[in-house]
């Protein structure tokens, strides 16, 4: 799949500092392995690059809807004895749909515990854009101040 990027989708990456090589990768990586979740025609891949996690959202022509990334790890899903409370996101490796769910985040050294999309059987963490983009950023902000 060639990934193809609009001018706008460009100007999301200029601003939250990704490569498109890098983001060419994360969507090779996926559709390779078939490690993906997918919502209506549109997949979401996900790839470790050195030390930040970086997003894809494109759609079956490999044309690049958004990107996003997070530097924190994500560690294991934290099990709840709720109802699952189901996403829109199904796994493709496993034809599982994801729930609403919360893991462990590492990000210099501390761990806390935030909201997650996981797949119930591969036990996959995914972590949405708004998140990614809003909570977790913030989170990460202030964690580094406190370490300068
Ligand atoms: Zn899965």
């Known amino acids: ?58 759609n079956d022509d490999g044309e690049v809807q958004s990107t996003y990334s997070h530097r924190m790890v994500l560690g294991d899903p934290i099990k709840t004895t709720d109802e699952p409370d189901l996403t829109e996101w199904v796994c493709k490796e496993c034809n599982e749909t994801a729930e609403v769910g919360s893991a462990d985040m590492t990000y210099l050294g501390v761990t ?10 591969c036990n996959d963490v995914w972590i949405e854009e708004y998140l990614a983009v809003q909570t977790i950023a913030a989170a990460e902000g202030l964690f580094e101040q406190k370490k300068a």
Not at 20 to 44: C, F, H, M, P, Q
């Open 1 to 58: 799949m060639d990934a193809k990027f609009s001018d706008n989708v460009k100007e999301i990456m200029g601003k939250r500092g990704l490569k498109e090589a890098d983001i060419v990768d994360v969507i090779n990586t996926a559709e390779s392995s078939n490690r993906k979740l997918v919502k209506n025609g549109i997949n979401l891949a996900k790839k470790r690059i050195g030390e930040v996690t970086m997003y894809a959202l494109y």
């Open 112 to 121: 806390r515990t935030g909201p997650a999309v996981i797949c119930p059987k």
